[in-house]
């Protein structure tokens, strides 16, 4: 994480990861969860903010796609 949008963008996609997550745990429902896993632990392995939130709104786009 190289500049500040990277830390800030990394920021806002753990915190919707979170929301999956909370979500994904209570209503236990697969899907959710994974994705709220992926878009807390993902933001520290891409370099670049445009790739970045690609690939976050990829994610978390998936649950509507995928049905558990």
Known sequence: MGDESSI???????????GY????RRQRQLMPFI???ALMV????VDGAAAMIGLC????????????
Do not use: Q
Not at 8 to 18: K, R
Not at 42 to 45: A, C, H
Not at 61 to 67: G, K, S, T
């Open 57 to 68: 709104v990829a994610f978390m786009a998936l649950p509507y796609f995928i049905r558990s």
């Open 42 to 45: 993902v933001p520290y392995f």
């Open 8 to 18: 800030v963008w990394a920021m806002f996609f753990g915190a919707i990861g979170v």
């Open 21 to 24: 997550f909370m979500y994904g």
């Open 35 to 37: 994705t709220g896993i």
